[in-house]
């Protein structure tokens, strides 16, 4: 304990600002509340240098307002010498004399601070509805240090025991929305800065009391977040305790700052309240099926996605699964349509059907789930053209009724954008499921391709229909002008290709039209090894022509082609056993020799085996069909998957 001069806290001493500083307490036109007492009414008088308490007719000076609030049980001289103690902290007073505190003095944390260099920086007070101070927080702050909360009452430090109350209620109980943020600073920030009614809990994140939340029932909730993970943390689980009790939860973090606040986003992001108005209204509203969504997408090792086979592949390569996007972009006149559009309807209507040109593409649906063609682009002539020529390639007189094509051509973004759920919701109720959705074509979707949110958006939805409705969905896109640029137009096509599984490239090559990948996340098909297709003027249509790698063998290499097509025949797969059989009749030679060979064959890339089923075939890029193989009738069918 140290000891100033009475004198010299009697002229520093300011009784109005005793009674807000370190009582908590408004003084309003020279009024208060005697807290201590447990007085609620203004019956206090209170100026710089005097107060005085009218119901229990007693009043004074600096010394007899700490004596009676701080220090009522004690009897003089104690009375005294603790007064003069505690005024002169608090005034900043030189000690007349310093003296070494007893070990078992018990010190308040505040007093802790004070001794180690604190400084109380804010005080907030925590106010119920008729203006009284139940609790506040002192912010204590130190030159060197990371800066220090503590929590009081009018009747001492701490709040063990305490009732404790929302910050500011009385400025926004009676408002149909209030904002929930992590702090007093943010809270004062929002009130007094921006104008919104906001408050915040005491003693900081995680330290959310289930008795606030009837405080919010059938308000509008916006709960902003600091940018940490204890803010997070914070943000969610009060958003969890408030659904089904406030109209509605929203849920924000504006800074980008490192354990950045509201306030630092304000004071130095240049967040303006317009901007803080727009990004409540493009915030999605919290609900529990977004929480048990957010819990679905917590990994876990022991709860593997199910593996899904590919739902188009192209010379036996994937293009697209289910919950992806993949692109096929061209320049005009590459055959956008025959070839990335016709063609894999055609495979798809074809399935395992032997003897038909589907032009290396190859997809499998068993299950006989929807497969949805969109037409934005073609006039009905050309649209009907395209479907009839598409089943006729697979070898079908009528399409099957799982095949469905919408001709939207005409029709606004705006308008094709709103049909798109309800052909997705009609097919998955029809048929089960959705097997691929391919779009010709996807700039028709946006008023814009140049627009960065509408494109970014737009990808967004996409990509999201692909997960809910389990689909893989496809889309045709025009590719910039030149030579060799492979970019697709806009900000759409950027998006696009960063977003898509596959990225599918047309470019005319001499007199043939080439497709090869510029992304893959599986095996990529490069441009030497990507089919090549001329149209057939005798049949009116595309075939397929020789990739690029065809080049003339050598004989041990020729001899390799004729044995896999003396083993193969006109069959589209082989299992081991009869492959080991047929090189044995062929070669006359023994079954150890035939195993051998036809591992060579794997290895050298004449035969490739189906991971589904153990089959070998002939792959589209083997040397074998290649080099023996007439383009003119050849059907370019990768027999992966098929028997």
């Known amino acids: 304990m140290n000891f100033y001069d009475l004198n010299e806290i009697k002229q520093a001493g300011n009784c109005i600002r005793f009674v807000e500083e370190c009582l908590g307490i408004e003084v309003k036109n020279n009024r208060c509340a005697a807290v201590w007492r447990g007085g609620d009414g203004q019956n206090v008088h209170v100026t710089e240098e005097t107060w005085y308490d009218h119901v229990e007719k007693v009043g004074g000076g600096i010394i007899d307002l700490c004596g009676v609030t701080k220090f009522p049980e004690d009897k003089l001289p104690k009375e005294i010498m603790r007064i003069q103690d505690y005024l002169g902290e608090w005034l900043h007073l030189k000690p007349k004399l310093l003296m070494r505190p007893s070990p078992s003095a018990k010190q308040s944390r505040y007093d802790e601070l004070i001794a180690d260099g604190y400084r109380e920086a804010k005080r907030y007070p925590y106010r119920d509805l008729d203006g009284t101070v139940r609790h506040f927080v002192v912010r204590m702050e130190h030159p060197e240090k990371p800066k220090e909360f503590i929590q009081g009452t009018p009747s001492g430090w701490g709040t063990k025991g305490v009732s404790l109350i929302l910050y500011r209620l009385k400025d926004w109980k009676d408002k149909p929305g209030v904002f929930i943020v992590e702090g007093e600073k943010d809270a004062d920030t929002l009130n007094d800065v921006v104008g919104i009614p906001a408050t915040t809990n005491c003693q900081g994140a995680g330290k959310w009391d289930p008795e606030y939340n009837a405080e919010f029932i059938g308000k509008h909730v916006v709960i902003i977040q600091d940018n940490d993970e204890?803010?997070?943390?914070?943000?969610?689980?009060?958003?969890?305790?408030?659904?089904?009790?406030?109209?509605?939860?929203?849920?924000?973090?504006?800074?980008?700052?490192?354990?950045?606040?509201?306030?630092?986003?304000?004071?130095?992001?240049?967040?303006?309240?317009?901007?803080?108005?727009?990004?409540?209204?493009?915030?999605?509203?919290?609900?529990?099926?977004?929480?048990?969504?957010?819990?679905?997408?917590?990994?876990?090792?022991?709860?593997?996605?199910?593996?899904?086979?590919?739902?188009?592949?192209?010379?036996?390569?994937?293009?697209?699964?289910?919950?992806?996007?993949?692109?096929?972009?061209?320049?005009?006149?590459?055959?956008?349509?025959?070839?990335?559009?016709?063609?894999?309807?055609?495979?798809?209507?074809?399935?395992?059907?032997?003897?038909?040109?589907?032009?290396?593409?190859?997809?499998?649906?068993?299950?006989?789930?929807?497969?949805?063609?969109?037409?934005?682009?073609?006039?009905?002539?050309?649209?009907?053209?395209?479907?009839?020529?598409?089943?006729?390639?697979?070898?079908?007189?009528?399409?099957?009724?799982?095949?469905?094509?919408?001709?939207?051509?005409?029709?606004?973004?705006?308008?094709?954008?709103?049909?798109?759920?309800?052909?997705?919701?009609?097919?998955?109720?029809?048929?089960?499921?959705?097997?691929?959705?391919?779009?010709?074509?996807?700039?028709?979707?946006?008023?814009?391709?140049?627009?960065?949110?509408?494109?970014?958006?737009?990808?967004?939805?996409?990509?999201?229909?692909?997960?809910?409705?389990?689909?893989?969905?496809?889309?045709?896109?025009?590719?910039?002008?030149?030579?060799?640029?492979?970019?697709?137009?806009?900000?759409?096509?950027?998006?696009?290709?960063?977003?898509?599984?596959?990225?599918?490239?047309?470019?005319?090559?001499?007199?043939?039209?080439?497709?090869?990948?510029?992304?893959?996340?599986?095996?990529?098909?490069?441009?030497?090894?990507?089919?090549?297709?001329?149209?057939?003027?005798?049949?009116?249509?595309?075939?397929?022509?020789?990739?690029?790698?065809?080049?003339?063998?050598?004989?041990?290499?020729?001899?390799?082609?004729?044995?896999?097509n003396q083993v193969m025949e006109s069959n589209g797969s082989l299992p081991w056993a009869e492959c080991i059989q047929r090189i044995v009749a062929i070669k006359g030679v023994t079954e150890e020799a035939a195993r051998k060979r036809l591992e060579r064959l794997r290895y050298g890339g004449f035969l490739k085996v189906q991971e589904s089923t153990g089959f070998y075939y002939i792959p589209f890029d083997s040397p074998a069909r290649n080099n023996t193989i007439n383009p003119d009738t050849d059907t370019g069918q990768d027999t992966d998957n098929v028997r």
């Not at 504006?254 to 803080?276: A, F, H, M, N, Y």
């Not at 006729?392 to 001709?407: E, Q, T």
């Not at 002008?481 to 697709?488: I, V, W």
């Not at 007199?511 to 990529?524: E, F, Q």
């Open 230 to 564: 204890a803010g997070e943390k914070h943000a969610i689980k009060v958003a969890g305790q408030l659904l089904g009790k406030a109209a509605s939860v929203k849920i924000l973090c504006p800074s980008s700052l490192p354990k950045g606040d509201v306030t630092d986003w304000i004071q130095k992001e240049g967040g303006t309240p317009e901007r803080l108005k727009e990004l409540v209204k493009a915030a999605p509203y919290y609900s529990e099926a977004l929480v048990a969504d957010i819990e679905d997408r917590i990994f876990q090792i022991d709860k593997p996605p199910k593996k899904e086979e590919p739902r188009l592949t192209l010379t036996g390569i994937k293009v697209c699964t289910a919950g992806n996007l993949a692109v096929i972009g061209g320049l005009a006149g590459t055959g956008k349509s025959q070839i990335g559009v016709a063609g894999p309807l055609a495979a798809v209507m074809a399935g395992n059907r032997e003897g038909v040109d589907l032009l290396g593409w190859q997809s499998l649906n068993p299950k006989g789930h929807a497969v949805i063609h969109i037409d934005s682009e073609q006039s009905p002539g050309d649209w009907h053209t395209l479907l009839t020529a598409a089943t006729r390639r697979a070898g079908l007189k009528v399409p099957p009724s799982w095949l469905v094509s919408y001709h939207l051509t005409g029709l606004s973004p705006d308008l094709i954008r709103g049909y798109l759920p309800a052909i997705l919701d009609s097919a998955k109720r029809r048929f089960g499921g959705i097997h691929f959705v391919i779009v010709d074509g996807f700039a028709d979707l946006i008023l814009d391709v140049n627009d960065m949110e509408s494109s970014v958006n737009l990808v967004t939805d996409l990509h999201a229909s692909a997960m809910d409705y389990e689909t893989a969905i496809i889309g045709v896109v025009h590719q910039n002008q030149g030579s060799d640029n492979t970019r697709t137009r806009g900000h759409l096509g950027a998006q696009l290709e960063r977003k898509a599984e596959t990225v599918l490239c047309m470019r005319r090559d001499d007199d043939a039209t080439l497709i090869y990948t510029t992304k893959s996340r599986g095996s990529p098909i490069s441009r030497d090894k990507g089919p090549r297709y001329r149209w057939d003027i005798e049949a009116g249509r595309f075939v397929i022509a020789d990739s690029k790698q065809a080049v003339r063998l050598s004989r041990a290499e020729q001899e390799k082609v004729d044995l896999v």
